[in-house]
């Protein structure tokens, strides 16, 4: 059994400037709405679209997207798939056989700890809380395994595995769309193992998308 921390990874803004062409996107649809198209400049879509967003004129940002690879838990991809306008493509445990060789004949799972706050303060009680999760990880495999031993399809033997079972998913999203995902996966009583996912994305989103979430 292998287990890992939760990742992401921003798969379509990744040269230098893809922020600034991005909002450069934004602004020459968005001056469409009040025929301004004459004052556009070189460094006139930072205020125009900070202007609109102020004045609740977002529909100008859903012209733009964003893609993100995002590997969690099953758990917190049940949370994330619920944002709508959005495409997904998720890692499929229907068809996904965890005992071949690209899978290095082993489960993954999701580190829950650094949510939690267990297994690293030293506190001999939240380390008892990571053992007892770990013990019904190794578990979970050893199940799983014995399923497909004795016949059963992927799709069968899924149903013994964990929520903690590492997963991935390709996330598209409008600007505005994230923009929602963030005002609710950050706040303070979103579900711990998605905020550390939705946190650091979004200062990520902030350093390379200039203006669009400053407000967040």
Not at 27 to 53: L, M, Q, V
Not at 136 to 159: D, V
Request: aromatic fraction near 8%; proline fraction near 3%.
């Amino acid at each position: 059994m292998k287990i890992i921390k939760p990742s992401f990874n921003i798969e379509d803004l990744n040269h230098e400037g893809a922020g600034e062409e991005l909002i450069k996107r934004i602004e020459k649809a968005g001056r469409i709405c009040y025929k301004s198209e004459n004052k556009i400049t070189k460094d006139s879509a930072k205020e125009f679209i900070k202007a609109r967003i102020e004045s609740g004129h977002e529909s100008i940002i859903e012209h733009e997207k964003v893609t993100v690879r995002i590997i969690c838990d099953r758990g917190v991809s049940h949370e994330l798939v619920r944002h709508r306008i959005a495409s997904y493509s998720q890692e499929s445990t229907r068809y996904c056989n965890y005992s071949k060789d690209m899978f290095e004949n082993e489960i993954t799972v999701i580190d829950p700890s650094d949510a939690f706050n267990w297994k690293n303060n030293g506190n001999r009680e939240t380390d008892r809380l990571w053992c007892i999760w770990e013990n019904s990880m190794k578990q979970a495999e050893a199940n799983y395994f014995e399923l497909l031993a004795y016949g059963a399809t992927p799709q069968e033997a899924r149903s013994v595995l964990p929520n903690s079972l590492k997963t991935e998913v390709i996330v598209t999203m409008n600007l505005r769309s994230w923009k929602n995902f963030f005002k609710l996966r950050t706040a303070a009583a979103a579900h711990p193992q998605m905020r550390e996912i939705a946190i650091p994305m979004l200062a990520e989103f902030k350093k390379l998308i200039p203006v669009i979430f400053d407000d967040i």
